[in-house]
């Protein structure tokens, strides 16, 4: 009782004590601080007269406005260093790959116009926007040495190209295939160009610095700031007082189209997952333009949660199925879909929403020979080379290793499984249903090359041999659902398209507005007869949608060289794919282009302007496709050793190369035993056609030439 009744007098003392001298120490430190304050405003009053301090006050603020703007605004970019550029694929010749680069195919950046993006300046900035060491800060692939040239006059990156506008006779900005389809690892200061690979900018997200929101900031400041505008009308129009007024009407029409874009279809709150580099929720964008924005049906805006990692598509035209779910088998209506995704302009309704009627419909940028000319293309070109005097050479005994665990592990998967050429069944008569389709345009359908047989019609494939893909239910793979699942649950109101009409997913809504749209589209190219159409389709192949909920097991001929992986790019490197789950990266930056030629992919360390991949956010996750004893969900095989991970690499980095056939003592998967896609004169003729359209005559980009 005594000791705590001391305790307690103690205490009490001590906390009088603390109490006195922090009073003291705070009356000192206020006595500090007036005197200070006093300080400043007598030498504040000593500058000089009030209005000469006023004005003093208001550029301080201003100033710090401006810092405080350019922090904010400042763009993010990643720094790479390159000196050359290696090209890994083989099968173009370099017109071939410049064709493949700048055909446009009608997209938009909702109507900017070719010139007005080359010669915008970065916000609060005088450097030029689109500059190649800009552009290559976000992502973009562009050369060291590239200089301007007839197919690329504005000298942009790897797919940024122009169209002419049906309706203005504007040039515009046109995002082609190759800005999302073509990949580049970079190797102690050499770029390694992978035609048809992987793309890693982020075109879409709406962040900070990044190109999209930048792109956003210079356009309104540039119509605020009288001294940038006027910097960038004399670029482009002169001293013409008239056409700078035309100019900054129709600059000022573009703004608000962007606006009234980010706050509909474009909104970032209906994209809550960062797709950051080398990812966009295609479909889910698709759905949200097409059936939201085109059809001016607000209540069609859905959630875009499910980022897809930017697809490589050399052999594509091989497979019998193609998106990341296999949701459709044709290339035509695919690529015209993308397009309107990637905001091709269309006119589906009139101005009070309701559906347009007659050649109104569907008038649109779509170019149909700037497609058929690049499918046209990408059936010529082969896998990328694993480049052993720059990546290293390969181990052949571990790659024969490796060989055998493929066959064992991964073949009955991957295949590739050899297919006969389908005979597609296709609707012959107003009646005719075929299964899992929502609706069939039996015209279109007969318009093709059509055989009969048992009362039946069909449309033979035209390749020689195909690949037949298995789909492999989500639950069974284990990796994240989720864009599976938003392709087979998302509803969409068509009732504009069919009256009465129940709500539909996007494949039987893509099916539904293209049946009508591209037979439409043929009219106006004038593809009319049985063979043309058949060829412009793509190979015979009449337009199917299949609503599964899977993803493709694809083969994966020189994918080492498109990292990150899985549909959803949550796993950084193939070791980690063939690692359990816990040893995979939880967390992982994306952006810095540099390789890592043991793990297959890129480095994965913090560096600026990269995005940090969280996988542990729905849409993200890196779960199954797993090599484990556990019996866990996304178990596909046993525990993998690390020296037969290694040995699997070893074989990845060369598997199907024809050059290593005979010292891996024969490889089943040698890419020259596959059949050639049936020639086909009308894909260079679209391709000449696509490029006189934009001014580029001659045959010169055309030309077959053998390949380097
Ligand atoms: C804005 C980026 C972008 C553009 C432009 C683009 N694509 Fe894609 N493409 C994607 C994404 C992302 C996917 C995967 C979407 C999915 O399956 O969910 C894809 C899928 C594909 C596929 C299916 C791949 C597979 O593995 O099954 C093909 C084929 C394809 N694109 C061809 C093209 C062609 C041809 C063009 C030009 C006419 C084009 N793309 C333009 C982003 C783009
Ligand atoms: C049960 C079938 C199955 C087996 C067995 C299998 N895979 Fe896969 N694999 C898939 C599917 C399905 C995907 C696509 C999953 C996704 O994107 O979510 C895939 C994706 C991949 C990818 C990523 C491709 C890309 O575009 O990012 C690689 C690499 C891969 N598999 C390698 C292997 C290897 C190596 C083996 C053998 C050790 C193997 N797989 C065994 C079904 C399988």
């Known amino acids: 009782m005594r000791l705590a009744y001391r305790m307690l007098a103690a205490l009490k003392s001590a906390t009088g004590k603390i109490i006195t001298a922090t009073s003291k120490l705070l009356l000192k430190v206020w006595h500090w601080l007036k005197g200070l304050l006093r300080a400043i405003a007598n030498l504040w009053k000593a500058i000089g007269p009030r209005w000469f301090r006023r004005s003093v006050a208001l550029v301080a603020v201003v100033l710090l406005g401006y810092t405080a703007a350019a922090a904010y605004l400042a763009p993010n970019f990643t720094r790479e260093t390159i000196y050359r550029v290696h090209y890994l694929n083989e099968g173009w010749s370099e017109q071939q790959r410049q064709s493949y680069y ?28 689109a500059s190649e060491s800009n552009m290559r800060g976000w992502g973009f692939v562009v050369d060291p040495n590239q200089r301007p040239s007839a197919m690329n006059p504005g000298n942009l990156p790897v797919g940024l190209t122009r169209h002419i506008d049906p309706q203005s006779g504007r040039e515009r900005l046109d995002i082609g295939c190759a800005t999302c389809h073509t990949g ?15 793309a890693l900018q982020s075109i879409p997200t709406s962040k900070r610095g990044e ?39 129709q600059f000022w029409q573009f703004a608000g189209k962007l606006k009234e874009f ?142 055998a665990l493929f066959a064992e592990q991964c073949a009955f998967c991957h295949g590739p499984h050899i297919s006969k050429p389908f005979e597609w069944q296709v609707a012959d008569g107003p009646d005719a249903k075929l299964p899992g389709q929502i609706a069939v345009n039996w015209q279109w359908d007969m318009a093709g090359e059509i055989t009969r047989r048992d009362g039946l019609a069909y449309r033979a494939d035209w390749r020689e041999t ?129 390789y890592d030629p043991h793990k297959l992919g890129y480095v994965t360390e913090y560096s600026p302007g990269s995005f940090k991949m969280d996988t542990t956010i729905a849409g993200n996750r890196n779960s199954g496709h797993l090599f484990t004893d556990v019996d866990m969900p996304g178990r596909i095989g046993k525990l993998l050793s690390e020296r037969e991970r290694f040995a ?61």
């Open 262 to 403: 980010s706050s509909t279809a474009g909104a970032a709150k209906y994209y809550p997952v960062e797709e950051g580099r080398g990812r966009t929720d295609a479909v889910g964008r698709i759905g949200n333009v097409v059936f939201g924005f085109d059809l001016q049906e607000p209540a069609n805006y859905k959630v875009a949660d499910a980022p897809a990692s930017y697809p490589f598509l050399w052999d594509i035209w091989r497979f019998d199925w193609v998106q990341y779910t296999g949701f459709t088998n044709q290339a035509m209506t695919r690529n015209v879909g993308e397009s309107l995704g990637v905001l091709a302009p269309i006119k589906l309704v009139d101005a009070d929403g309701k559906l347009l009627t007659g050649s109104d419909f569907g008038e649109t940028a779509v170019d149909i020979d700037g497609m058929h000319c690049v499918e046209g293309l990408l059936r010529e070109l082969e896998p990328p080379k694993w480049p052993q005097q720059i990546l290293g050479e390969i181990d052949i005994a571990r790659a024969r290793a490796g060989k």
């Open 102 to 129: 700048y055909t446009p195919q009608g997209t938009e950046l909702l109507g900017m116009d070719y010139d007005w993006f080359v010669n915008l300046e970065l916000p609060l900035s005088h450097e030029l926007l």
């Open 466 to 594: 195909m690949w037949a893909l298995p789909w492999i239910a989500t639950d069974v793979i284990g990796t994240d659902p989720k864009l599976a699942d938003n392709f087979v649950d998302n509803r969409y109101d068509i009732s504009k398209l069919i009256p009465d009409g129940e709500p539909v997913n996007a494949g039987y809504g893509l099916q539904l507005l293209l049946n009508t749209l591209v037979p439409k589209l043929y009219q106006q190219w004038d593809i009319d007869d049985a063979q043309r159409v058949a060829d412009f389709d793509g190979l015979n192949v009449p337009f199917r949608i299949e609503n599964q909920r899977a993803y493709k097991a694809r083969p994966l001929h020189g994918v080492w060289a498109t990292p990150p992986f899985l549909h959803n790019g949550s796993v950084p490197t193939i070791y980690d794919l063939l690692s359990p789950l816990r040893a995979r990266p939880q967390t992982f930056y994306v952006g810095n282009r540099e």
């Open 211 to 249: 190109f999209i929101t930048t792109l956003g900031a210079s356009v309104f400041e540039t119509l605020l700031n009288p001294a940038k505008w006027d910097r960038f009308a004399t670029r482009l129009v002169g001293d013409d007082t008239d056409k700078r007024g035309e100019l900054r009407a």
């Open 648 to 708: 699997i690499i070893e074989y990845l980095k060369v598997m199907g190369n024809p050059d290593f056939d005979t010292a891996l003592g024969g490889d089943p998967l040698n890419w020259d035993s596959y059949s050639q896609a049936p020639a086909s004169d009308s894909t260079q003729q679209a391709c000449a056609n696509s490029h006189r359209s934009i001014g580029i005559g001659g045959t010169h980009l055309l030309a077959q030439e053998t390949a380097q």
């Open 184 to 198: 580049e690892l970079h190797y102690q200061g050499t770029a390694l160009r992978v035609d048809g690979g992987q």
